[in-house]
């Protein structure tokens, strides 16, 4: 009976048991064999704003939960839509970001049912860190580290009323302006700048009348790149400075007009207006932008020549007034053909209209004791208008939904320089009375410049890793006449010693290819650039011939790993090339009187660099990053003394052997609610060889730099802004400068719910921003100090209609910069 009832109980029992766990077995062994037959799924969805808008180029990451940790992601396309591909079933965690949104996190759940398909749309809100008319909730760091980059974030600056971007590029680390503006990064010229990823590449002087031009409060922040990848050329052993310009994402039009005066030794204004219309085919803006970025500089330099046998003792004084009028226009055009096809066409140009009326030099001569012997007094009326045009066409296929695409660009450039100018010198004696006839020499040097470019980059994101490659090939032609005549018996005649017509030729062709992942924390890349560079500059009456081939390769790597939330570092290499720009190989003539003129130097060759950088980030607060970097035919500038003259030749030359050792920290401080401080130092030593009468010389300098910016938040919704910069004595070619400081006073506030925003600043308040510097050679002892034109009070108002304003997409390429 127990036996029999045991059976029963157990019949029973099992009969339960099967009844409970069929459907388990069902749901445990489908889904097995479903996954063995590869069964997958597609992930579609649409991304909109609280107002049913259809947000473009939302950022979506899939990240699949479990044994396996696969990444996928995806961005919304033209009318908001996006799609993942082939999905093994699972949990997945979606990540969705776009600047000016609160980022959405959630779980999909992907299951192996009948259908192909799981819908999933969602509403993006708008971020409440945004710019509100009184309040900022929020707000960004000064300075940031990201991926290698130092990061400046100068969008809400005060001090950026009336500024321009070359006067939010001299306050930060590791920037220095010299005579004429030139600019350099870390000791070094060879500076690529790009505006919103894309790059200008102008000539040097070409860049800094580019930078005086662009409106400072146009700009959200400065990234400087000590040591690119691959992907970019090779060009620029300074490393590149990109400006993001602020951005639209809204679909709709936008218009922004801006109007704004400075008064500083002449009345400058900048009228600019800006549009853009968007919607889910076209993408269209344009703008137009009218700047008067006056220059007036005081100098005052000397230096000692043989005359007959005879020390004379050159003491000069000089007065530099520039009158510009900057017309910049541009538009762009992208068109989404399909969700995967677009097509960009864009046009830039611009005009400077340069003239430097009624510069004078006076130059007194002096004997060993002092006494006045004579005065030579130059008069130079210059004027120089720029043509510049700009033309590009690409295209971009987006292969599949995990992100791999394909992008071709074609751009043609064209620049034209149509200089004319007048030289005209008077001799007086140590009674202000002639001493001998006046002469004039007239100058006519037309040049032009031409760039063929095309190039093709392709992006294939895998499981676990991102490959991206790509060909690019250029072609530039560079053609410069220039005539010098002087004034014989009422006539102008040719000096054939001084005339020439020079020309120079380059064809590059590379090729490249990188790979980036993240392991654990820890994000890295790698790559490997190869360029064939094939060049000739020639002048057709001196028979001066340079000509170089060669073929290299250009390594880079970069890796950033987060130990923990609190701390991150980083560290990058790469291998650069700094080419000659066009207008320093020309050996035209520039001057400023009979005893000093800026010439080109056609012999020079290629600067090569290795650089190295290091970065340290706590708290995503407080940052400290290093650089270092070795160059062989270090590029910068030299004095020569002609021979027959006596005069002064200012030119690029190759200096040798170069290093550069850079240390910069930067520390904010909340102190109270109203009032934060942003400190940011740096420590550089430098040392490089400079010519001697006999032999050369290394010479080597510690320099030192701080910037402290105080913020401060006013009652009425009023920010104010006190920043001070110092530098302290630097190497600058063969001059050794003296240290600099300055200091800049900001206001500002928004109306009508941010739409109206009105600023007002002081720059150099205090009038102590000088450039002074000595030569650092035996066989010269050139000394200058120059007064700039910063001591400057400006105001603006910024109004906006419709959405924000969407900027044209700039598509530069690197042979423009140095035109």
């Known amino acids: 009976m127990v036996r029999h009832f045991s059976i029963k109980v157990t019949m029973m029992n099992f009969t339960y048991i099967m009844q409970g766990l069929l459907p388990l077995l069902v749901s445990v062994f489908v889904p097995i064999q479903v996954l063995s037959q590869t069964v997958k799924k597609d992930v579609v969805g649409n991304v909109k704003d609280q107002s049913g808008n259809r947000l473009i180029g939302v950022n979506i990451q899939l990240v699949a939960q479990g044994q396996l940790t696969d990444t996928w992601w995806a961005a919304s396309d033209s009318v908001g839509n996006f799609e993942f591909a082939a999905l093994p079933p699972g949990r997945y965690l979606l990540n969705a970001s776009m600047i000016g949104f609160t980022p959405v996190n959630d779980t999909i759940l992907i299951q192996g049912s009948i259908s192909k398909k799981l819908t999933y749309n969602m509403v993006m809100k708008e971020a409440a860190s945004e710019l509100t008319a009184v309040t900022v909730t929020s707000r960004k760091e000064a300075i940031e580290i990201d991926k290698g980059k130092l990061v400046y974030n100068v969008g809400n600056s005060a001090t950026s009323a009336g500024s321009s971007a070359l006067d939010l590029l001299r306050k930060l680390p590791g920037v220095s302006i010299g005579q004429d503006d030139q600019v350099m990064l870390k000791g070094a010229g060879g500076i690529n700048v790009m505006i919103d990823g894309k790059m200008t590449y102008l000539s040097e002087q070409q860049l800094v009348?580019?930078?005086?031009?662009?409106?400072?409060?146009?700009?959200?922040?400065?990234?400087?790149?000590?040591?690119?990848?691959?992907?970019?050329?090779?060009?620029?052993?300074?490393?590149?400075?990109?400006?993001v310009t602020k951005k639209n994402v809204f679909v709709g039009y936008s218009l922004d007009v801006l109007s704004g005066i400075s008064k500083g030794k002449f009345w400058m204004n900048n009228q600019n207006v800006a549009a853009s219309y968007r919607n889910s085919k076209v993408n269209v803006s344009g703008s137009f932008d009218y700047n008067t970025p006056h220059r007036f500089m005081q100098s005052q330099t000397s230096n000692t020549v043989l005359d007959q046998g005879q020390r004379i003792i050159l003491d000069r004084r000089l007065q530099t007034p520039t009158k510009i009028n900057f017309y910049t226009y541009k538009g762009n055009l992208d068109w989404q053909l399909s969700p995967k096809h677009q097509l960009t066409a864009g046009y830039n140009g611009y005009l400077d209209d340069y003239v430097k009326d009624n510069a004078i030099s006076r130059v007194s001569r002096l004997d060993q004791q002092n006494k006045l012997i004579g005065v030579v007094e130059s008069i130079n009326y210059l004027t120089e208008p720029y043509h510049y045009d700009a033309a590009n066409l690409g295209y971009q296929f987006l292969i599949d939904s995990a992100g791999k695409k394909l992008t071709a660009d074609a751009h043609y450039i064209s620049y034209r320089n149509l200089s004319d100018g007048l030289l005209t010198t008077r001799y007086l004696d140590a009674k202000g009375q002639a001493a001998a006839p006046d002469e004039q020499l007239q100058v006519h040097q037309p040049g032009t410049v031409s760039i063929k470019s095309i190039k093709a980059d392709l992006e294939l994101p895998f499981t676990g890793f991102h490959l991206k490659a790509g060909l690019k090939y250029a072609d530039v032609r560079?053609?410069?006449?220039?005539?010098?005549?002087?004034?014989?018996?009422?006539?102008?005649?040719?000096?054939?010693?001084?005339?020439?017509?020079?020309?120079?030729?380059?064809?590059?062709?590379?090729?490249?290819?990188?790979?980036s992942g993240k392991l654990d924390k820890t994000q890295w890349e790698a790559g490997l650039r190869f360029e064939s560079t094939n060049a000739r500059g020639y002048t057709l009456a001196k028979e001066i011939d340079n000509s170089w081939k060669y073929n290299q390769l250009f390594p880079s790597l970069s890796a950033q790993h987060e130990i923990n939330k609190n701390h991150k570092v980083n560290f990058s290499v790469s291998r650069r090339i700094n080419r000659p720009a066009y207008s320093t190989l020309n050996p035209v003539r520039w001057y400023y009187d009979q005893y000093f003129y800026y010439s080109g130097n056609p012999y020079l060759r290629p600067e090569m660099a290795w650089i190295y950088s290091a970065g340290y980030t706590l708290k995503d607060r407080y940052v400290l990053s290093a650089s270092y970097s070795t160059r062989s035919n270090y590029l910068s500038r030299r004095l020569v003394i002609e021979e027959n003259t006596g005069a002064i030749i200012s030119q690029s030359a190759n200096l040798g052997s170069m290093r550069r050792f850079d240390l910069t920290a930067s520390i904010p401080l909340h102190l109270l609610n109203f009032w934060d401080l942003q400190l940011t130092a740096g420590a550089s030593h430098t040392s490089y060889p400079i010519p001697l009468l006999q032999s050369e010389k290394i010479t080597a300098l510690w320099a030192a730099s701080a910037m402290l910016s105080q913020q401060f938040k006013l009652p009425a919704g009023f920010n104010a802004e006190i920043s001070a910069n110092w530098t302290s004595r630097e190497l600058w070619g063969i001059y050794e400068k003296e240290s600099i400081f300055f200091t800049d006073f900001g206001l500002k506030k928004s109306f009508m719910k941010g739409k109206l925003d009105v600023r007002f600043a002081f720059t150099d308040f205090l009038r102590t921003n000088r450039y002074r510097g000595r030569s650092l050679t035996d066989y010269i002892d050139y000394r200058y100090d120059d007064l700039p034109d910063t001591h400057r009070a400006s105001f603006s108002v910024k109004y906006h209609i419709g959405g924000q304003l969407q900027p044209g997409r700039s598509r530069r390429i690197e042979e423009q910069d140095r035109l």
């Open 478 to 515: 560079n053609q410069a006449n220039y005539r010098f005549d002087s004034l014989s018996a009422g006539e102008f005649i040719e000096a054939e010693s001084m005339s020439n017509r020079f020309r120079y030729t380059e064809q590059i062709a590379a090729a490249y290819a990188s790979v």
């Open 209 to 243: 009348q580019l930078l005086r031009s662009m409106s400072g409060e146009s700009i959200a922040k400065i990234e400087l790149i000590s040591a690119p990848g691959a992907e970019f050329d090779a060009a620029g052993n300074a490393g590149i400075i990109n400006f």
